[in-house]
């Protein structure tokens, strides 16, 4: 993602539209499954904070930590003094195995450079049997835009791939839709008519400063689409959510073995004071 996105997403992201919904939507899902327990919670690409917070809110008692690969987001995801956060790569978790009972990969796998299939397996890895995966990517490549310039968008998919993607590396999936449907009009027309994808020197994201009223707005409509989507299954929606659960087995991970080449022992615990 571009630097400055960096910083429009930490002043935004507790008041935005679109992340209100999203930490919304990830809390809620954990507070149904997680009910009455502590659960130990990872964030891979953690970002600026915001996902960790909301989750905290949640789950005050419980072990959080996030990860990202950008020094300029983990700067200030730790200024919010929130949890546990490091430096590290969604391709090699320096965690051990089944080190963590949910694990979130809220709009990361879909990054340019990330192999989604390295990254699902290393939350395999790392996923305690029975743990939770919740994913969020965007989806279809006709809504490509400039905002995925500016986030550096490697693939926009459907709803099918995750599915595929995770079942055929050892999850079992429990809720998988699209939703964020009922903007789509306006999200297509922004993103085909308005700022299309085409080469610029900076591009931006969607994420920015609204009136007030504009913002509520969305945000109301957001929140009556994903009360919408837990009953209707849209055949649409500018987003793909997945809910699933890492069976009871072993899956020869031969991909993660690449990606921790001293072997999965030489996977260590990140310790609680490790802040960047």
């Not at 008041?15 to 009455?36: A, D, F, K, M, P």
């Not at 989750?55 to 005050?60: E, G, L, Q």
């Not at 997945?242 to 009871?248: L, Q, R, S, T, V």
Request: overall charge positive.
């Amino acid at each position: 993602m571009e630097r400055h996105e960096y910083d429009t997403m930490a002043r935004l992201e507790d008041t935005h539209w679109w992340y209100r919904n999203i930490r919304q939507l990830v809390s809620r899902t954990l507070h149904s499954e997680c009910r009455g327990r502590r659960p130990r919670v990872l964030d891979v690409g953690c970002g600026t904070g915001g996902g960790i917070a909301s989750i905290a809110n949640r789950f005050p008692n419980s072990l959080l930590v996030g990860v990202d690969v950008e020094e300029v987001a983990l700067r200030y995801s730790s200024r919010r003094g929130v949890g546990v956060v490091a430096r590290a790569s969604a391709h090699a978790l320096p965690f051990r195995d089944g080190s963590f009972d949910v694990i979130t990969l809220i709009d990361l796998l879909y990054i340019e450079g990330l192999k989604d299939q390295v990254a699902i397996h290393e939350a395999y890895r790392v996923l305690q049997q029975g743990g939770l995966l919740v994913v969020n990517v965007p989806a279809f490549e006709w809504l490509r835009g400039e905002h995925d310039m500016a986030v550096r968008t490697r693939h926009r998919y459907r709803k099918e791939e995750i599915g595929r993607l995770l079942a055929g590396n050892g999850f079992e999936v429990k809720k998988l839709l699209y939703w964020n449907t009922l903007l789509l009009p306006a999200v297509g027309f922004v993103r085909n008519i308005l700022a299309p994808a085409r080469p610029m020197a900076m591009p931006k994201s969607d994420v920015r400063s609204l009136p007030k009223w504009l913002n509520s707005l969305l945000a109301g409509l957001l929140s009556i689409d994903i009360a919408l989507a837990a009953k209707i299954r849209f055949p649409i929606g500018t987003s793909v959510f997945c809910m699933a659960y890492k069976k009871h087995g072993t899956l020869v991970d031969a991909t993660a073995q690449k990606a921790c080449p001293g072997g999965m022992a030489a996977c260590h615990d990140v310790p609680r004071s490790a802040t960047v």
